[in-house]
């Protein structure tokens, strides 16, 4: 076991005893040590008198109270101490109070009075050292040195509070920015997993609704056509419900995986699938779509693509359920730094009935994706869906 290892429970008995306790033994240490001289004299030294005893207790006692009270615990020591020098009763060989006072208002005082009283200090020695007796040079330079050392060392201490401290105050805003930073994280992961559910149902239900509605005439007109078209809902039930389970899927491994770094995302449609999407509503509810593209396509980000197939998925959604539509438009326009997506059909316009939260949704995916989407009366009469989507900035965000 090493010496620090030994010692660090030590120290931190030290740090949590009571304050009064420490400070109480420390004022006797000091005062058996500034009465050794006494206890202890050295031929031609002055006896130890009860005046000089008491001196030495004021240069003491006032240590209790250092850290309640620092300015005037300060004060008192340096009365007591240079009344020793003075007073020849007998002057102290080494002042362990004004040492440890110094290096207390240095820790812990303002910098008027760490600055006053360390000033006080040096001309106080000078002056006294002046009265004393058989004064040796270099007794100056012990005392001075002694004072500036403690002096020092308060100040060396109190710099390294303030920057543990600092560190502490950052490791706290760290910790309360991760945790606000995760907080928005599964914010947002939720919105969207809320948004790709209410995509994936009301277009799989619309589809659904509208074969539903019209099986019961086929069953009596065409019956070979009834049957595709019970084959198109159950093949529809079918597609959401395999994409519901993948969200699932990925909510449970999120869950067991919570504590760790990793983010699993869902396997997400994009641009490609745009005709396989536009063929299923098609065949599905008889309404003519058509894709059109102007401009060369550049690259978009993972999660520019997912809005784009899931813009154009609601788009159709509503003109299916609201809009009594014959016929919609598709169209992409690829610019350098910017895709348009238009989705128009021929309709009765908007109605109160397409502000709900599948527009708001459009809205909310475009805005995450840094573009803007604009709904409301096509050029034609009908309802327009326009958005406008930034291209990636490399090729690593085109990869997602």
Known sequence: MSLRSALTPVVTRWRTANPYA????????????????????????????????????????????????????????????????????????????????????????????????????????????????????????????????AYALGMLTRVQRAYTTELEDRARRLERERAADTARARAEERSRIARDMHDILAHAVSLMVVQAEAGPVVVRKDPERAEATFDTIAATGRDAMAQLRKILGVLKEEQERANG??????????????????????????????????????????????????????????????????????????????????????????????????????????AACGGDAETGSGPDRGFRVLVRLPAATDRQEARG
């Open 261 to 366: 770094t990793a983010v699993l995302r869902l396997p997400q449609p994009s641009v490609t699938a745009l005709p396989g999407l536009i063929r299923q509503v098609g065949e599905s509810t008889g309404l003519r779509v058509e894709l059109r593209t102007t401009g060369e396509p550049c690259p978009l980000s993972s999660d520019t693509e997912v809005a784009v197939y899931r813009v154009v998925q609601e788009a159709l959604t509503n003109t299916v359920k609201h809009a009594r539509a014959s016929r919609a438009v598709v169209g992409l326009h690829w610019a350098e730094e910017r895709l348009t997506l238009t989705v128009t059909d021929d309709g009765r316009g908007p109605s109160s009935s397409q502000g709900g939260h599948g527009l708001i949704g459009i809205r909310e995916r475009a």
């Open 22 to 149: 420490l400070d109480t033994a420390l004022a006797a240490l000091v005062l058996f040590a500034v009465s050794l001289q006494w206890m202890f004299p050295d031929e031609g030294d002055d006896p130890l008198t009860w005046r000089g005893w008491l001196l030495g207790a004021g240069t003491a006692l006032p240590l209790i109270w250092r850290r309640r009270a620092p300015c005037a615990a300060a004060c008192a020591v340096s009365v007591a101490t240079p009344a020793q020098a003075l007073l020849h009763a007998p002057p102290p060989d080494v002042m362990y109070g004004g040492m440890v006072v110094l290096y207390t208002l240095a820790t812990v005082g303002k910098p008027w009075q760490r600055r006053m009283m360390l000033v006080c200090w040096v001309i106080g020695v000078v002056a006294t050292m002046q009265h004393q007796s058989n004064k040796e040079p270099f007794e100056y330079a012990f005392h001075l040195m002694g004072i500036i050392c």
